[in-house]
């Protein structure tokens, strides 16, 4: 079985920071991508930012320069930090993996619980 937890979000004012977190565990042989999903209400998840199969990283336009992706391949765990946030950032955040398990040659995408992001004065 493979498990991915989320923590760091939370309610923060316009310009703030979070730093969230997601770490995977289980049977684990690699990881083959990582990344941050959100959802607004009302609204499709959409990609935040992402580690690709060939290690670049790709961001959604809204996000660009403001928020960075980066990971620990001991810890199996992917971070984003997010800065001078604002309200049209307010959504539930979801990390996703790619990952291959011990004794198959495929990957499996699995998701985190997700994590509740508000942007709030």
């Known amino acids: 079985q493979v498990q991915l937890v989320e923590s760091g979000g939370g309610l923060v004012q316009p310009g703030g920071s979070l730093r969230l977190s997601c770490a995977a565990s289980?049977?684990?042989?690699?990881?083959?991508?990582m990344g941050w999903y959100r959802q607004a209400p009302g609204k499709q998840r959409v990609l935040v930012a992402a580690?690709?199969?060939?290690?670049?990283?790709i961001y959604a336009s809204a996000v660009k320069g403001r928020f960075t992706i980066s990971r620990d391949n001991a810890k199996n765990t992917v971070y984003l930090q997010m800065n001078n946030l604002k309200p049209e950032d307010t959504a539930v955040y979801y990390c996703?993996?790619?990952?291959?398990?011990?004794?198959?040659?495929?990957?499996?995408?699995?998701w985190g619980q997700g994590t509740q992001v508000t942007v709030s004065s």
């Open positions: 996703n993996q790619r990952i291959v398990r011990w004794g198959q040659t495929w990957a499996d995408d699995y």
């Open positions: 289980g049977s684990i042989a690699s990881i083959n991508a």
């Open positions: 580690f690709t199969s060939s290690g670049s990283t």
